[in-house]
């Protein structure tokens, strides 16, 4: 069975910086596309960045882009997405996917964590 288990969220000030991060487990996923998605409050769940099975591609939202970094150790099954200059904006659950497809990997995903909620203060 395939699980996926995010942490690193958590209460911070606009300007701060978080590292999200997500274990794998359950089957390889060198040769999967992952990514992380959010969903803010009274919001339908967006896309915020993603990464081929090699960590050879990345794409990002553009409300994201030059703020934040996906990247994965396929030895250790994780993927890690680090956020810098957050902003009030960025307060979202954010949700650990694997097994995505379609254009960039926006999706549909087959396998999602439980997320992990990061809030921004102002």
């Known amino acids: 069975q395939v699980r996926l288990v995010e942490s690193g969220g958590g209460l911070v000030q606009a300007g701060d910086s978080l590292r999200l991060s997500c274990a794998a487990s359950g089957r390889t996923f060198s040769i999967d596309a992952m990514g992380w998605f959010r969903q803010a409050p009274g919001k339908e769940r967006e896309f915020v960045a993603t990464?081929?099975?090699?960590?050879?591609?990345?794409y990002y939202a553009d409300s994201v882009k030059g703020r934040f970094t996906i990247s994965r150790n396929n030895a250790k099954n994780t993927v890690s997405l680090q956020m810098n200059s957050l902003k009030p904006e960025d307060t979202a659950v954010y949700y650990c996917a694997t097994g995505c497809s379609g254009d960039y990997y926006r999706g549909p995903c087959d396998y999602w964590g439980q997320g992990t909620q990061v809030t921004v203060s102002s």
């Open positions: 990464i081929s099975g090699s960590g050879r591609y990345t």
